[in-house]
């Protein structure tokens, strides 16, 4: 059965990405070779790739983050300017003040600006000078930290006679230096170009390449902190377990399938962030990059993709960007609880063994909703704020604690051992004190089940034996019950527990809707091409495409050659029609992926030849013909002034005598 999508979002604009590698367009990142970064050679000593413009307008502005301005800074980020006229220093430092309100670090961060010719449509390079391994405060061992970084966790300049970072402009870009993001048709956002490669300086950059039919990654036989949180989706692993100079690196750095996979980036946002990873690899732009096809233009985590338009403005690092810094040891502004206290605690209570603690805590710019604190929710009134946990199990045992806001999860703090709880006094109830749900595996498209972990916490005594759950046995230890529940059905439902005790069968408890279980699997999409039409006046055609589902997801738009559709709620097969695709005798592309599931992808692109160029220009009615009617609506929109003037046939943003003259040299051409 074929059924018709219709488009949920026209991206007209998007077509562009589709169809294949655009070298004369590509945005290359900030490039210092990876053997430079280890000898310690700055980058406009030793020459980089350099981040190329696309001359194609797409007008969206993300704005800074909100009260950025008024924001106490924790980081200061000096700059050393060579050659920069006034107003570009200006919104240099613009970009310098937002990122000063997004990182904290107690050692100054030292820039060193260069302006010059970089060469055609090369906006600007950056890289860390230096890079560290093995410093004293390094959070990994035989891991590579970039100079910014590691001088945060070390609390001390590592090379105080050398900057942090290096960086280049060009002098002969057609650049916009205003801070509001108001870009003017064909020319480019300065703050955003200073955004994005301060990012790539302060740590945003991995060491994997790509050289024929191999791939590297690492330099020394150490890697780099951001290689430390890759994964590689189609193995299933760390990128790191792949071994370096071989063919199998090679294919996952071209693969399509890598993720971060940091905890605190992975919070950020509703998939694994994206690492644009495409096949062939494109030296600079590939691996040190969000993938562009999950953060279009305008999207908030859109800075680190690896293009950039004119009329772009994207003044916002982005939730997913700082998740990652915060991954890779950056303290971050904002939200912040800064510290746990133990309070009072009452003794023993003998008739239910349990007790009260009190836990004071410390905290910034707390956002809206409420505090969890190990599973039990506060109003949030106000730092230092004192709350009090109940019906705690008294068992002499250490007490972890974690705490953040319902508000801004990202926001939290965590406390091994913060208070140790009284010793037991009395014989205690049957009592489930909490749950609290683990990690959930994916589902196994082999078997179409997954692994889901919870933490049990029972009153004193409250049942003998181990415990089971859901028909599963464990062991309790001191209360707890650390459970894996294995070989559970992935369908989508909630999921209900039956916990019982093995030596003791009248104690027992039922959780109802516990967690949700991971949608069905496996995913499979293709993509067939069906026709092409032929080319209209207008100068572009349509094709006509098949797609087949199998188990797509529940959430989240189908992505077909850049235009986003609502998802089937049923597999099958489907036809979609695209519009607008350039009628140039070219070899074009479209491929297809799931926003919410990058990882089930069409295997391979949809390919066709483009018809070539019909287009009539002065055809303005579309009726085939130059004629009267074109002729008067042409004068109709005499004198119009904009990039939108309908009769601008020579393209000088004004309707005049030069274009009514084409007209009237083509007056009763049939199209």
């Given at each position: 059965m074929t059924l018709s999508l219709v488009p949920r979002l026209l991206l007209c604009s998007a077509f562009v990405l589709c169809f294949g590698r655009m070298e004369s367009t590509a945005q290359k990142v900030f490039g210092l070779p990876a053997s430079a970064m280890h000898d310690h050679v700055a980058c406009a000593a030793e020459g980089c790739d350099g981040l190329v413009g696309i001359p194609e307008d797409e007008f969206h502005f993300v704005p800074p983050p909100e009260g950025f301005a008024s924001r106490n800074t924790a980081a200061n980020i000096q700059v050393t300017y060579n050659g920069f006229p006034a107003m570009a220093e200006a919104a240099f430092q613009y970009a310098v003040n937002i990122w000063a309100a997004e990182i904290s670090s107690g050692v100054v961060i030292d820039v060193e600006?260069?302006?010059?010719?970089?060469?055609?449509?090369?906006?600007?390079?950056?890289?860390?000078?230096?890079?560290?391994?093995?410093?004293?405060?390094?959070?990994?061992?035989?891991?590579y930290y970039p100079?910014?970084?590691?001088?945060?966790?070390?609390?001390?300049?590592?090379?105080?006679?050398?900057?942090?970072?290096?960086?280049?402009?060009?002098?002969?870009?057609?650049?916009?230096?205003?801070?509001?993001?108001?870009?003017?048709?064909?020319?480019?956002?300065?703050?955003?170009?200073?955004?994005h490669e301060l990012c790539h300086g302060l740590g945003f950059i991995g060491s994997a390449l790509v050289a024929g039919n191999t791939g590297f990654v690492g330099q020394s036989g150490s890697p780099f902190v951001y290689d430390t949180f890759i994964n590689d989706n189609n193995s299933g692993g760390p990128l790191l377990d792949i071994s370096t100079g071989t063919g199998t690196l090679e294919s996952a750095l071209t693969g399509g399938g890598l993720i971060w996979s940091g905890p605190e980036g992975v919070a950020s946002s509703i998939a694994p962030p994206g690492i644009y990873a495409p096949d062939p690899w494109e030296p600079g732009a590939s691996f040190s990059h969000l993938r562009e096809d999950m953060y279009l233009s305008g999207d908030a985590n859109a800075l680190m993709t690896p293009n950039l338009n004119t009329g772009e403005a994207i003044h916002d690092p982005g939730p997913i960007v700082m998740g990652m810094f915060a991954d890779m040891g950056w303290g971050i502004q904002?939200?912040?609880?800064?510290?746990?206290?133990?309070?009072?605690?009452?003794?023993c209570n003998p008739a239910t063994n349990t007790y009260s603690q009190q836990i004071i805590l410390i905290y910034d710019d707390a956002p809206e909703g409420l505090i969890n604190v190990n599973g039990s929710l506060f109003t949030v009134t106000g730092s230092p704020q004192t709350v009090s946990l109940n019906n705690l199990p008294a068992n002499g045992n250490p007490v972890d604690?974690?705490?953040?806001?319902?508000?801004?999860?990202?926001?939290?703090?965590?406390?091994?051992?913060?208070?140790?709880?009284?010793?037991?006094?009395?014989?205690?109830?049957?009592?489930?004190?909490?749950?609290?749900?683990?990690?959930?595996?994916?589902?196994?498209?082999?078997?179409?089940?997954?692994?889901?972990?919870?933490t049990l916490q029972f009153a004193y005594s409250a049942g003998a034996g181990d415990v089971e759950v859901n028909g599963q046995t464990f062991p309790v230890i001191n209360d707890y019950a650390v459970v894996n529940l294995t070989g559970l059905l992935a369908d989508g439902e909630g999921v209900n527990l039956a916990i019982t005790f093995t030596d003791d069968p009248l104690c027992g408890f039922a959780v109802s809707d516990a967690w949700t279980a991971p949608a069905p699997c496996p995913c499979?999409?293709?993509?067939?091409?069906?026709?092409?039409?032929?080319?209209?006046?207008?100068?572009?055609?349509?094709?006509?495409?098949?797609?087949?589902?199998?188990?797509?997801?529940?959430?989240?738009?189908?992505?077909?050659?850049?235009?986003?559709?609502?998802?089937?709620?049923?597999?099958?097969?489907?036809?979609?029609?695209?519009?607008?695709?350039?009628?140039?005798?070219?070899?074009?592309?479209?491929?297809?992926?799931?926003?919410?599931?990058?990882?089930?992808?069409?295997?391979?692109?949809?390919?066709?030849?483009?018809?070539?160029?019909?287009?009539?220009?002065?055809?303005?009615?579309?009726?085939?013909?130059?004629?009267?009617?074109?002729?008067?609506?042409?004068?109709?929109n005499f004198g119009c002034v904009g990039n939108d003037c309908e009769g601008d046939l020579d393209g000088d943003t004004i309707v005049g005598v030069s274009d009514i003259l084409e007209l009237l040299s083509a007056f009763g051409t049939n199209c």
């Open positions: 600006a260069t302006w010059a010719s970089l060469g055609p449509n090369v906006l600007g390079s950056a890289s860390p000078n230096t890079i560290h391994r093995n410093f004293t405060g390094a959070p990994q061992s035989n891991v100079a910014a970084l590691a001088n945060q966790l070390a609390a001390n300049d590592l090379q105080s006679n050398s900057v942090d970072i290096a960086c280049n402009f060009g002098s002969d870009v057609n650049w916009y230096f205003g801070l509001d993001g108001n870009v003017p048709a064909g020319a480019y956002d300065f703050v955003t170009v200073v955004l904002g939200c912040s609880l800064t510290a746990m206290f133990p309070g009072a605690q009452t003794p604690v974690t705490a953040y806001f319902t508000g801004n999860p990202d926001c939290g703090a965590s406390a091994p051992a913060l208070f140790t709880a009284p010793e037991a006094c009395g014989g205690g109830s049957c009592t489930l004190v909490s749950y609290v749900l683990g990690p959930q595996e994916a589902c196994d498209p082999s078997s179409g089940t997954y692994s889901q972990q919870v499979g999409l293709d993509l067939d091409l069906v026709s092409v039409s032929e080319c209209i006046p207008s100068g572009t055609h349509s094709v006509d495409f098949t797609v087949h589902l199998v188990n797509p997801p529940n959430t989240g738009l189908l992505n077909i050659g850049g235009q986003l559709f609502e998802v089937p709620s049923s597999p099958g097969s489907y036809s979609v029609t695209l519009d607008g695709f350039a009628s140039n005798g070219e070899t074009l592309s479209a491929g297809a992926f799931f926003t919410d599931l990058p990882s089930c992808s069409a295997p391979e692109d949809a390919t066709w030849v483009a018809p070539a160029s019909c287009a009539c220009p002065g055809d303005l009615d579309g009726d085939g013909i130059i004629g009267v009617s074109d002729t008067l609506d042409m004068l109709s």
